[in-house]
Antibody, heavy 120, light 108 residues
Framework: EVQLVESGGVVVQPGGSLRLSCAASGFTFDDYTMHWVRQAPGKGLEWISLITWDGGSTAYADSVKGRFTISRDNSKNVLFLQMNSLRTEDTAFYYC?????????????WGQGTLVTVSS | DIQMTQSPPSLSASVGDRVTITCRASQSISKYLNWYKQKPGKAPNLLIYAASNLQTGVPSRFSGSGSETYFTLTISSLQPEDFATYYCQQSYSTHPYTFGQGTKLEIK
């Protein structure tokens, strides 16, 4: 069974940093591109980043580009999101998601999410 | 960026009703359109991919159709567990993969 478990969400002050983790199990982690998607409380979904199976390619939404860094450790089956220069508008639930596989991009599996609150 | 617009933003319906949610793309996306369902306090889960393909385990009362810029999600006979928020998402244009704003389906 595919499982994705996010952790690391806390309350942090504006300008601060945080690293989220997503522990993967139940599948061959390094076969898949992985994503982060976030959702501000009561709002819609926003894709923010992806990383290919080997970490060789990454991409970011404009809203986080230059502040967030996605990475992965395939030896430990863990996905990361390093978040720097945090803003109040970064307050959200952060979900990691796995693609279905193949060339078609769809978020087939999701973690339960971790809440990041940016507040003074 | 490709903009995705869902309608209606909210919808009240009764158990047993047939409902349709629409999703429009700001440019042609062929059939690169996915639908997700989200219950309060839970992560989204995939319902339909590539416009009309039902994800494994999703009941057959759900169906999707459309292409280019116009897509629909239809639930043929609403069940109590279907009351949730539904999102469309395009995967035609990489970075960003944009979502619609959501349609909240409520019990009448």
């Amino acid at each position: 069974e595919v499982q994705l478990v996010e952790s690391g969400g806390v309350v942090v002050q504006p300008g601060g940093s945080l690293r989220l983790s997503c522990a993967a199990s139940g599948f061959t982690f390094d076969d898949y591109t992985m994503h982060w998607v976030r959702q501000a409380p009561g709002k819609g979904l926003e894709w923010i980043s992806l990383i290919t199976w080997d970490g060789g390619s990454t991409a970011y939404a404009d809203s986080v580009k230059g502040r967030f860094t996605i990475s992965r450790d395939n030896s430990k089956n863990v996905l990361f999101l390093q978040m720097n220069s945090l803003r109040t508008e970064d307050t959200a639930f952060y979900y990691c998601a796995r693609e279905y596989g193949g060339d078609y991009v769809v978020f087939a599996y999701w973690g339960q999410g971790t809440l990041v609150t940016v507040s003074s | 960026d490709i903009q995705m617009t869902q309608s209606p933003p909210s919808l009240s319906a009764s158990v047993g009703d047939r409902v349709t949610i629409t999703c429009r793309a700001s440019q042609s996306i062929s059939k690169y359109l996915n639908w997700y369902k989200q219950k309060p306090g839970k992560a989204p889960n995939l319902l339909i991919y590539a416009a009309s393909n039902l994800q494994t385990g999703v009941p057959s009362r759900f169906s999707g159709s459309g292409s280019e810029t116009y897509f629909t999600l239809t639930i043929s006979s609403l069940q109590p567990e279907d009351f949730a928020t539904y999102y469309c998402q395009q995967s035609y244009s990489t970075h960003p993969y944009t979502f619609g704003q959501g349609t909240k389906l409520e019990i009448k």
